[in-house]
């Protein structure tokens, strides 16, 4: 069997089944799951009977149903043909609470961007109403044998920035890729990937220049390097990502190294860019060659 998609959210998954039963008359199957971090899901799964023509039209359903699952054609196949006597969910009505319901499911999805989100913003927002000193004390990279010790200094300096426009475009940047994979590749991953990619890019930011410097750029870069890299890897556009993304990344590092040489003089920690940039692809290759090895981008689980 084909699992077309996992949510946190049951009542989802029934509706999208009363959905398909509706158009095309195929009974999907609906099963509780944990993954390996005892979290809970339910799953939807697309039976293997099932003529190709049907299955490719169904697999596209699942895709537009996760970009709005509020949809009020959703909605309306639920109560005409939806069988829920059986099932101890109710599926959710047409009403204005759709926008909380949205907005539920996107806090979920999202939680550790949204974290780190509001964590760059409460530091910020502190820097500037009096605390900046103690805070470029207590937060930047270890440069001391003491401060070597203190363990938190290797991540703590990413949710420092330093102006308005710094902040800004990190943040943006952040919410728009690290969403996407927290989506897609899950919560514990993308955690992975910010701390692997917070500490290797600040030691060679370290090691190229000197410790002063703050901003969550690095893992960014890490972020944009994931999500390209795993495309690439996986031979599919796993994250619907533009022509030209990776011209654009190439020539913003270029960019980025032209402003810091001599001719210029602009300061742009480069090498924490470079660091993070490289984590990202790496790490996105191991995903993508997952994806790949698999043959598609949606798990198959035989029974």
């Not at 943040?171 to 910010?194: D, K, N, Q, S």
């Not at 913003?252 to 940039?277: C, D, Q």
């Amino acid at each position: 069997m084909q699992c077309l998609f996992r949510s946190e959210f049951p009542a989802l998954a029934l509706q999208f089944r009363d959905y398909i039963r509706l158009r095309y008359a195929v009974e999907l199957l609906i099963k509780e799951e944990r993954d390996r971090w005892n979290q809970s899901f339910t799953a939807v799964y697309l039976p293997d009977n099932i003529e190709n023509e049907d299955r490719e039209a169904i697999c596209r359903e699942s895709e537009d149903f996760l970009r709005n699952p509020t949809d009020s054609r959703y909605e309306q196949a639920a109560w005409l043909r939806g069988d829920t006597r059986s099932l101890k969910y109710s599926i959710p009505v047409k009403t204005d609470k759709n926008f909380l319901l949205n907005l539920l499911i996107g806090i979920k999805q999202t939680k550790f961007t949204l974290f780190i989100i509001l964590l760059c913003m409460l530091i910020y927002l502190l820097q500037n109403i009096g605390y900046q000193n103690e805070i470029f004390q207590t937060f930047h990279y270890p440069d001391s044998p003491e401060e070597k010790r203190e363990i938190w200094r290797y991540l703590s300096h990413t949710v420092v920035h330093l102006n308005h426009p710094h902040i800004l475009f990190n943040l943006l940047w952040w919410w728009i890729f690290a969403a996407m994979i927290e989506r897609r590749v899950g919560t514990p991953a993308l955690v992975m990937i910010y701390i692997i990619s917070g500490v290797i890019s600040a030691a060679l930011q370290d090691w190229g220049l000197s410790t002063e410097f703050f901003g969550l750029s690095g893992v960014v870069y890490a972020v944009l390097g994931f999500v390209s890299a795993a495309n690439s890897a996986a031979k599919d556009n796993l994250f619907n990502l533009p022509l030209g993304f990776n011209v654009m990344i190439i020539v913003s590092v270029l960019l980025g190294f032209l402003a810091s040489s001599p001719l210029i003089r602009f300061y742009v920690a480069m090498y924490s860019h470079l660091g993070g940039l490289l984590c990202g692809i790496v790490l996105g290759c191991l995903y993508g060659k997952k994806i790949l090895k698999n043959n598609k981008t949606r798990p198959l689980v035989n029974e």
